[in-house]
């Protein structure tokens, strides 16, 4: 004698890529006829279980027809069997607005429905095995059985459901409205999100259950593939621990991560025997059920060992690193060491926080003689370059203190004046090279000029902004990333 789920006997399950639940079911169904061939194929994609690619030709002919009743009823009968729910849903709100046929009203409503059951079924995350074949999804926390018979009670409201949609909401009733007892009695914690066990839930389902005659007598003789196997069974019990529940009843479960693997070796072992016994298979899935349940819920000791020592040597070898990765290499590059000679006396700041506007840096700073040979590194901000000296020191000089900013090229015509006169004594075309004698900026003035000698010899001043001077020696050099150490 087998207890077995009668009302649940046609629910047969897979889990596709995207991780939704795939229901292979035993209805049929007759699309709604169609003239436009487009439509038609859509029909024909959906009857072949072609769903995505039914959606997704749906979609395109939904740009072509524009907002169709009859297109948009068969892209939400597409969503709903591809499991694609937040489209569909957005697809009926829009077909609620819409003055509809009386047949499209009819269809409209068997979609209703339809939808609110896969909504309801994407909240049961459990999944029990019965049989062979067969695979039941339960809630696994009380918070989850909550939200299923929500949209159960959704897709109920909703009157004359056709007789596809009556077998889904018998099916889908056993493991929502038909648990409502088993919530208020099977000791549930008072956290609604505590998964339940799912053996417990196994046994008030089965106690609901009717008795087949049909099926094979658990009790008939083993052959010694069975016996061998029903003697792994026992380890697995030998090796469990004992739990009391709140009712009194006794259980066993594996106490830690260690015996789950254990168990996983026994189970292993049984896999190779030839048994076919429906006990024995009945005993061992259900060991499988309730080894797989704690292995998701008891925390695995060695991992976490594991896991702490190699947290622990990748923090010590990023310390150890680290100092090397935020230490800035400049990029080597090509310049002419004339251009990087100091023709006056020049401060060099060993503070990489220089702006052109501080007064009182916080580092030292030092001196240099006018003359003296320096090695760029790199450009930091506009005006500051960092160097190197002769003797070693890295610092911060200002660029016009250089021989090589003496040399630019304009990029824009400027005209020379003579600031006397304030006339224009020359005008000069871009890409002129001149030199520079002198560099004022007057902000006072919101203006800045620049002295300069001409190709010609004469000498006036130009504005510096607006000739666009560009200085040849800063073109190929870096910038200074201030991340990084130096």
């Not at 009194?248 to 076919?276: C, F, M, W």
């Not at 004698?437 to 001409?454: L, M």
């Amino acid at each position: 004698m087998l207890i077995r789920y009668v009302d649940l006997s046609q629910i047969v399950h897979t889990r596709p890529e995207n991780g939704l639940i795939n229901f292979k079911s035993t209805l049929n169904y007759t699309p709604m006829p169609a003239q436009n061939p487009d439509y038609i194929r859509i029909s024909e994609l959906i009857e072949n279980n072609e769903h995505d690619e039914a959606v997704s030709f749906a979609e395109t002919c939904l740009e072509k027809y524009g907002d169709d009743p009859e297109l948009m009823l068969l892209l939400v009968e597409a969503c709903n069997y591809s499991w694609n729910l937040k489209r569909a849903d957005n697809l009926l709100l829009v077909l609620q607005e819409k003055k509809l046929s009386r047949e499209h009203k009819k269809r409209f409503t068997q979609l209703r429905i339809h939808y609110y059951v896969n909504c309801a079924r994407m909240e049961l995350t459990g999944e029990m095995k019965v049989g062979d074949e067969i695979t039941i999804e339960y809630p696994k926390s009380k918070e989850e059985w909550q939200n299923a018979v929500r949209f159960y009670n959704l897709a109920k409201m909703i009157q004359d459901p056709d007789e596809e949609n009556v077998e889904r909401l018998e099916k889908l009733e056993t493991v929502t409205a038909g648990l409502s007892d088993f919530m208020e009695t099977a000791g549930q914690s008072e956290d609604e999100e505590d998964e339940m066990d799912p053996g417990v839930l196994l046994d008030f389902l089965a106690s609901t259950m009717i008795i087949n005659d049909d099926e094979p007598d658990y009790y008939s003789e083993y052959s010694a593939e069975d016996e061998l196997a029903h003697q792994k069974v026992r380890e697995v019990f030998e090796l469990w621990g004992e739990k009391t529940n709140e009712d009194g009843e006794v259980t066993r479960s594996p106490d830690n991560y260690g015996q789950i693997l254990k168990t996983d070796k026994i189970l292993a072992q049984i896999a190779q025997l030839n048994h076919s016994h429906p006990k024995v298979k009945e005993i061992v899935e259900n060991i499988t059920e309730v080894n797989n349940y704690y292995r998701e819920v008891t925390p695995d000791t060695r991992k976490i060992m594991f896991s702490s020592v190699a947290i622990s040597l990748g923090v010590l070898a990023l310390l150890w690193v680290t100092p090397m990765l935020l230490t800035y290499n400049a990029p080597n590059f090509t310049y002419n060491a004339d251009d990087w000679i100091l023709y006056r006396n020049a401060e060099m700041w060993f503070d990489s926080s220089v702006r052109e506007s501080d007064t009182e840096l916080h580092d030292q700073k030092r001196i240099l003689s006018a003359g003296t040979q320096l090695t760029p590194i790199a450009r930091i901000q506009r005006n500051w370059i960092q160097v190197r000296t002769p003797d070693g020191d890295k610092g911060f000089v200002h660029y016009n203190n250089f021989k090589g900013a003496q040399q630019v090229t304009l990029t824009q015509d400027a005209p020379v004046m003579n600031r006397s006169t304030n006339q224009a004594i020359d005008t000069l075309r871009a890409g002129t090279v001149i030199s520079l004698t002198h560099f004022e900026n007057k902000p006072w003035e919101n203006r800045g000029s620049a002295q300069v000698r001409t190709p010609s010899g004469k000498t006036g001043e130009i504005d510096y902004w607006r000739s666009g001077i560009r200085f040849p020696m800063l073109t190929f050099l870096p910038h200074l990333n201030q991340t990084y150490t130096y």
